[in-house]
């Protein structure tokens, strides 16, 4: 077993949420781990150690992504989201008001991976039907909902951009 | 009273620019702090509202604003007048301006005059509130004239226009503008405030979130916009969205892994590879030698200085010797060891791979039938692991089967070992305190008692505890069973000089050790019935298999007679139970802990018996439901109210039985596995700890307690605490509409705190969430405090407004929360009703000195001690119940089981939030179907876990959770204030209606569905079984 100081460095520059960060890391630092502890963005959770449960799930150049299965210098030159990136100039991204108005959420500790896995559908295919909704969260789990009214959350959001609103 | 200011500013822009600004009221209005509305009487008259009030006291004030004098572009008077708290005021204030440089220096001065008894009895507080005002006023003006805020509001096109983006630069923006709220700069104030008078914060880098102008929003801003969409006058009842979800949905919820402390250091621990060995050695001299590593921790070096954890067993369960690492030998796979503790966690990992440990491995015994021989003891000092043995015995049993028309013989069924995983694993925070007593932060969901197993272990007086609680991501039960990590954590950083140590359990840890729900296996069922399919008695053996430490049990072994004749009638019931020790992770309660295994098994035999003697599955409930209510079963436990027939017919409309039944038929000429199967169950609440002498009658506890604080702070807002240990259950939501409806206000004007907190003085023994109660105890808490509280209230109410507590009402004025007398202006508010108490207390009578506004309130059930010998009593308050009904089909090529519909009815009597109730249900019905299906923690005969991973246990995803139909009904329990039954656990009902449904849809083949998990293996198992025709015998007398 090699002493982690043996491996020098690497510095990364990415783009979180809008902000560019230049960081030295180890390089077998995983993204979810930079971007709770370099970064003090604690909204991504990390509740599995085998890709299985999607509570770190974040965008990177706008796919979901398991940001425990990815090192952060693979996400170097790449534009991180994270859920602190959703809301803007202090107006909520419609699925989160949409999962608090349809009690998506319990505990929370899934709903920041689920919003981001959402919030990847619903770019590539707005007005997506529960079929489209259920598989893309098929790599989240939510032990506490049932899954129900995470479902309702999300499809009300796409419900609204079908009707054009 | 009167008084008066004055003072100067200065601003960048020209006077002309300033007294343009000045003199026009529509402009001016909008900068007095909390300004909400604003209408023109004429051109130099403004009628504006305001919202007023002191921290969260809220009301809306009407001032008629008149520009008295004006002179360009020196000088402007206005004139202010209004009702204020059952008096009234005027106000003028003036405005001087001088050329400064380019800018201007603004000379003011105000005269404010005030009348009306409430004012002067608050005369001291007042002042500085005006001139808190005041300073609003003039930082506005600042702001508004500066240059980012010229460059934000260029010359009005018109003047709606200019309104809104002055309105949006000051962040004085009405709600329904901007519905969501909290700017991240504000949230991370909030945070910053959640962990006030803690030892540090949630580390939240200052350049990763993004920068925000500061603006006045309230903590629960994104709350009161939901109260206000919801426009209710009752709270209680209301589907209101919760409080919680502000902080959650934007991630800033203050999970403990989030949690950071300076100097923080990070434990990892070596655990384990065997299921029982004898540990040789332990060399961790290569990982103290790797830099970062500050120091292990083995298991001698922890028995030399802690004493094992209290045990609850009798006899010679006692000399069981649990401690945090194991000291002589492992008797589980995945036991901690060793304990290593460095700077970061990545090294502390790294070091626990340089640890090197010998063992011996030695037989195991990975069944309750191994467990039985002896042959592998895991506790020499309890010299067996038969660690429980009682009968319970009620009725006549041989009387009933010497009687009985039918005897149904079932040889074994087994309730499988599975395990609510909640998805925030176990974590805490521990620091040694430099006076010798340890703080946490952690996860603990029944933190109460952790603090009474951990003080003795580690020597210190329960005061000497500091124990905290956030936001925890799921419990269900298992975060129950984390008191031996905190105590670790504690000695850890005892160790390290005191630095803070954090633990945050992996997903693998958690799966080897952090908490399986209980495996029992059922043996020897033997069930009376009379001729028309009454069940008359029961006899069987049942074995619980606890794993390696029994920690919370054999609780377990009395908790489940808490409904010991399930749903049905029968009076004679004999269970010889026992619980065995084996060599796999420690049980833990989980969700529905010990009574849905006992549930599953009475809805086994309900659906056998109806097979075997060829009644439908719900003629055969119908002949055997309880049906009247408060009913005492034979054991002394009181139902106290239910429908269980009306929730079937509920449940038949809801899924739309006769069509499916129709199908079913179709399905079946075709040849075709189609089954449907009902389960009904119950979610028995509010436990009497009585029944813990059941199991060991030299135990201290009985009854129940539960704690809330009430208080008005100083500000007069009111401020909550409470025992409970929410991980999802939004007690921070239903907590405020109880209170809203006590004292007649909003629920977003009352502040609820987050967590458990030793320190908040809000926590009695039995304190925390567990066991479907929080409806019941902690709101009978909470109402109990307000009860108080508005005593107290309206004795100082009464004394200040010289009126008659009879005559006074609890409502909102003007100035938000007060006391008024009834039918007249006449009012005071809570913030004045405080300052008599905190800043203002001269004058009054003596016996207002019992007065404090600060209550605490302990709700005690009315339990009686149970008949310890007899195994009788009331062991629980409430029971909620549940109906499932499923349709399933099994894939007569794969064995695959597909559920084609599902319904689930309700009843937890009076609901207090429909959203919340029915978010609870979904849940219960997840983790029902997960472990229905696929949730199983399985040990090879070595005992090792084969489902050590979320990879390989797989818990329920969305692809394969049905579409759920829910709906209810209200019994209301008579035994509690609301009529509320505690509820969430859910009785296990999905695992009791699967079994019924794959019963049904095997019916064809002979098959007896006697195990509680249905995998594909399992039922292609169950199918190929040679004894599958011989495992139930009937023996009939009659017919
Ligand atoms: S933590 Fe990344 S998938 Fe579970
Ligand atoms: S809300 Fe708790 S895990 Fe989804």
């Known amino acids: 077993m090699s002493t982690p100081d043996a491996i020098p460095p690497v510095t990364i520059e990415l783009t979180v949420n809008g902000r560019k960060y230049c960081r030295e890391v180890e390089p077998r630092l995983l993204l ?34 398991k940001s425990c299965t990815l090192f952060a210098v693979q996400a170097d030159g790449g534009e991180v989201l994270t859920v602190e990136g959703l809301e803007q100039d202090g107006e909520l991204h419609p699925l989160q008001k949409s999962f608090s108005e349809h009690h998506g959420l319990q ?34 789990v939510c032990r506490c909902t049932g899954y129900q009214n995470i479902l309702k959350a999300i499809e009300a959001v796409a419900n609204d951009a079908g009707e054009g609103k | 009273m009167e008084m008066k200011f004055s003072g100067q500013f200065e601003v960048s822009p020209p006077p002309a620019e300033v007294f343009a600004l000045l003199s026009d009221p529509q402009k001016f209005a909008p900068l007095l702090p909390t300004f909400s509305s604003l209408e023109m009487k004429d051109a130099n008259t403004a009628l504006v509202k305001v919202s007023v009030g002191i921290g969260k006291i809220r009301g809306t004030a009407s001032t008629q604003l008149t520009l008295q004098k004006k002179t360009e572009p020196t000088h402007a008077t206005y004139l202010g007048t209004g009702k204020v708290m059952g008096g009234a005021y005027t106000m003028i204030s003036s405005y001087d301006l001088e050329p400064k440089g380019s800018g201007t220096l603004v000379k003011w001065r105000g005269e404010v005059q005030l009348v009306g008894k409430i004012l002067s009895l608050a005369g001291g507080g007042m002042q500085g509130y005006a001139e808190q005002q005041i300073n609003a006023v003039i930082t506005s003006l600042q702001q508004a004239m500066s240059p980012e805020g010229r460059r934000g509001a260029p010359a009005p096109a018109d003047e709606a226009g200019w309104l809104q983006r002055l309105l949006r630069l000051l962040g004085l923006a009405p709600a329904a503008d901007q519905p969501g709220g909290t700017p991240p700069a504000d949230a991370a104030a909030a945070t910053a405030k959640l962990t006030a008078g803690w030892t540090g914060t949630a580390r939240a880098e200052r350049g990763a979130r993004a920068l925000s102008p500061l603006k006045s929003a309230g903590r629960s801003k994104d709350f009161s916009a939901i109260v206000d969409r919801q426009a209710s006058d009752k709270w209680v009842h209301a589907a209101l969205s919760r409080k919680e979800d502000g902080r959650l949905i934007r991630g800033q919820g203050l999970f403990v892994d989030d949690y950071r402390v300076d100097g923080m250091l990070y434990m990892n621990l070596v655990r384990s590879p065997y299921a029982h060995a004898r540990i040789v050695r332990i060399d961790t001299a290569r990982a103290e030698a790797l830099p970062g590593v500050v120091c292990t921790l083995t298991g001698p070096e922890i028995a030399a200085v802690c004493s094992p954890f209290m045990q609850i067993g009798p006899g010679t369960a006692q000399n069981i010797r649990d401690f945090p690492l194991a000291v002589e030998k492992a008797i589980y796979q995945g036991e901690p060891v060793v304990a290593v503790i460095a700077e970061n966690a990545r090294i502390a990992a790294d070091a626990a791979q340089l640890v090197e440990v010998e063992y011996e491995a030695l037989p195991v015994a990975t069944d309750w039938k191994s467990a039985l021989e002896d042959k592998a003891v895991l506790h020499p000092g309890m010299g067996t692991n038969h660690h429980w043995h009682g009968v319970y015995d009620f009725g006549d049993v041989d009387k009933a089967f010497a009687e009985a028309a039918h005897v149904v013989k079932i040889d074994q069924m087994d309730f499988h070992r599975t395990a609510s995983t909640p998805l925030e694993t176990h974590a805490v925070v521990a620091t040694w305190q430099p006076t010798g007593g340890v703080d946490f932060f952690c996860n603990n969901s029944f933190p109460a008692i952790a603090i009474q197993m951990i003080a003795p272990a580690l020597g210190l007086g329960i005061d000497q505890i500091r124990c905290k609680t956030q936001d925890i991501g799921g419990s269900f039960g298992i975060k129950i069973g984390n008191y031996p990590y905190m105590a670790l954590a504690a000695l850890a950083s005892k160790k390290c000089g005191g630095r803070p140590v954090k633990w945050v359990e992996t997903r693998n840890e958690h799966m080897l050790a952090g908490g399986h729900g209980g495996e029992r296996t059922f043996l020897d069922t033997e069930v009376a019935l009379d001729k028309d399919g009454t069940i008359t008695a029961i006899r069987a053996r049942h074995i619980d298999d606890c794993g390696a430490y029994p920690r919370y049990e054999p609780l377990g072994c009395v908790i489940w007679s808490q409904v010991l004749p399930a749903c049905y009638k029968l009076r004679n019931i004999r269970i010889d139970f026992n619980q065995v020790v084996t060599n796999k992770g420690p049980a833990s309660p989980n969700r529905g802990y010990s009574r849905l295994q006992h549930l599953w098994f009475m809805e086994r035999v309900i659906d056998i018996c109806a097979h075997a003697l060829n009644i439908p599955g719900d003629a055969m409930r119908l002949a055997n439901y309880v049906r009247e209510f408060p009913y005492t079963t034979p054991n002394g436990c009181v139902y106290d109210s239910g429908d269980y027939p009306l929730m079937l017919e509920k449940a038949k409309a809801l899924i739309g ?53 009430i208080k008005l702070d100083l500000d007069g807002t009111v401020v909550v605490t409470l025992g409970s240990t929410p991980s999802g259950q939004g007690h921070e939501t239903t907590t405020a509409q109880v209170v809203a409806d006590e004292l007649g206000i909003r629920p977003d004007m009352v502040e609820v705190r987050t967590g458990f907190d030793t320190a908040a003085n809000s926590h009695g023994g039995h304190s925390g969430s567990y066991a479907s109660q929080f409806a019941v105890t902690g709101l009978s808490a909470v109402h109990g405090a307000c009860q108080k509280l508005k005593r107290e209230m309206k004795t100082l109410a009464a004394f200040a407004l010289e009126a008659n507590e009879d005559d006074l009402e609890f409502t909102i004025g003007q100035q938000g929360p007060e006391l008024r007398v009834k039918g007249t202006e006449r009012g005071i508010n809570y913030w004045a009703l405080s300052a008599m108490v905190n800043i203002n207390t001269a004058g009054q009578p003596a016996h207002f000195t019992d007065i404090t506004l600060n209550i605490r309130h302990v709700y005690r059930p009315p339990f009686k001690i149970p008949d310890v010998d007899k195994k009788m009593g009331n062991l629980t308050l409430t029971y909620a119940s549940q109906l499932h009904i499923a349709v399933v089909e099994v894939d007569r090529l794969t064995c695959v089981p597909k559920i084609l519909a599902y319904a689930a009815i309700d009843d937890c009597g009076k609901v207090i939030n429909p959203k919340i109730v029915a978010g609870q249900v979904h849940g219960a019905v997840a983790h029902g179907i997960g472990a229905a299906l696929m949730e199983a923690h399985i040990y090879d005969r070595d005992g090792n876990l084969l489902t050590s991973t979320f990879t390989d246990y797989a818990p329920i995803t969305a692809m394969s959770m049905p579409d759920l139909l829910y709906d209810d009904i209200e019994t209301p329990s008579p035994f509690s204030y609301n009529g509320a039954k505690g509820m969430g656990e859910g009785g296990g009902a999905p695992l009791h209606t699967i079994s019924a449904a794959i019963q049904d849809a095997l019916a064809g083949e002979d098959v007896v569905i006697r195990k509680s998990i249905n995998s594909p293996n399992d039922l292609y198992e169950a199918l190929k079984r040679a004894d599958r025709a011989s495992a139930v015998k009937v023996e009939s007398r009659i017919g």
Request: charged share 20%; aromatic share 8%.
């Open chain 2, 657 to 709: 039985w006769d069509e499916w039944k129709k199908k079913q038929a179709e399905a079946r000429a075709e040849g075709r596995w189609f089954g449907i199967g009902i389960g009904t169950t119950l979610d028995s609440g509010t436990n009497n700890f009585g029944q813990s002498r059941i199991v060991n009658p030299y135990l201290p506890f009985s009854g129940n307690s539960e704690v809330a604080t």
């Open chain 1, 32 to 65: 979810v781990e930079f971007l709770r502890e370099e970064l003090g963005l604690t909204g991504t959770h990390i509740g599995c150690d085998t890709s299985y449960c999607g509570a770190c799930t974040v965008q990177l150049n706008g796919a979901p992504i």
């Open chain 1, 107 to 140: 505990c929370g500790y899934c709903t920041p991976g689920m919003l981001m896995s959402a919030h990847a559908l619903l770019a590539g295919n707005p007005g997506a039907d529960r079929k489209a909704i259920k598989k893309a969260i098929a790599g989240n």
